[in-house]
């Protein structure tokens, strides 16, 4: 069983013990949360090598030693070695989170699959049944949910400070705060308008 959260990563240091497919996958995951990732491993995919290049991740160029993890709050083990990406999990203290790449049972938590749209995330598990299916699942995700919302996720964190600092009446706040997620506001170019006019509305009343 698996309790979902998003975790806040920004300054927080990361390691990724191994450089190559999949820890590159999950570095850029690491890098878009704003961590700061430290790459473990003797060799390194191109983009991880562009990466270490332009100083966006750290790079120890060597075999993983106990040592090298002691200051990240977030570890993923993705080396091709069953019984390394162990040890990593063996060396981490109990107030450090590891994944293996290729041991679900051992792993503190598992990497979903991900719609990123800005404030609008959209994560996908299968537990580790499918990964495959999970990819399908944000495939169609993606479609169902398109770049639009990143916008109307911006519009809708401004409106919604707006209104709980200018409504008082719980349920006027309740019923503006749904009105706002329809479907009208979501399609309308000119939302922004026509909040203002709600909320005008709004204070003649109150
Ligand atoms: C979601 C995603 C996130 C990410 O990695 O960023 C992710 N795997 C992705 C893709 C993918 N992974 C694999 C394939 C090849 C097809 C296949 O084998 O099925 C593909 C498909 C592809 O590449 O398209 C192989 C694979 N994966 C794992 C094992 C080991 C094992 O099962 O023991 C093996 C066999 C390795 C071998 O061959 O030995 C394990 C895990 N992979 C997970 C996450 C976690 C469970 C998530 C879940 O089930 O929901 C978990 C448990 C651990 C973890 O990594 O956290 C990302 C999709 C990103 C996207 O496109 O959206
Ligand atoms: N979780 C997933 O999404 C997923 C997907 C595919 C594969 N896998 C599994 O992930 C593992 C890695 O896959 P890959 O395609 O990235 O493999 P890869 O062969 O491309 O990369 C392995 C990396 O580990 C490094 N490495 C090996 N021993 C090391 C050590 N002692 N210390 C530090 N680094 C070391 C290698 O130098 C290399 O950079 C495999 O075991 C595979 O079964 C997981």
Redesign the pocket.
């Given at each position: 069983m698996t309790y979902p959260v998003f975790l806040e990563l920004k300054g927080r240091q990361a390691a990724v013990?191994?450089?190559?497919?999949?820890?590159?996958?999950?570095v850029e995951g690491l890098l878009e949360a704003g961590a700061q990732v430290i790459v473990?491993?003797?060799?390194?995919?191109e983009r991880?090598q562009d990466f270490a290049a332009e100083n966006k991740v750290g790079w120890k160029n060597?075999?993983?030693?106990p040592d090298d993890i002691k200051d990240a709050f977030i570890i993923i083990a993705?080396?091709?070695?069953?019984e390394?990406?162990l040890?990593v999990k063996r060396s981490a203290g109990k107030h450090q989170i590891v994944?293996?790449?290729?041991n679900q049972e051992e792993s503190d938590f598992?990497?979903p699959s991900v719609v990123n749209r800005g404030k609008l995330k959209l994560a996908v598990s299968t537990s580790g049944a499918s990964?495959i299916l999970a990819r399908k699942i944000r495939e169609q995700l993606e479609k169902l949910y398109g770049g639009e919302y990143e916008g109307y996720l911006e519009f809708l964190h401004e409106s919604r400070k707006k209104i709980l600092d200018q409504v008082k009446d719980p349920a006027v706040k309740r019923q503006l705060l749904t009105a706002i997620t329809d479907k009208e506001f979501y399609g309308d170019c000119d939302r922004e308008a026509r909040l203002q006019e709600l909320l005008r509305t709004v204070r003649e009343q109150e």
């Open positions: 013990v191994g450089g190559g497919k999949v820890a590159q996958r999950k473990i491993s003797p060799d390194l995919t991880l060597k075999f993983f030693s993705a080396t091709d070695d069953k390394v990406n040890l994944n293996l790449a290729d598992q990497v990964p």
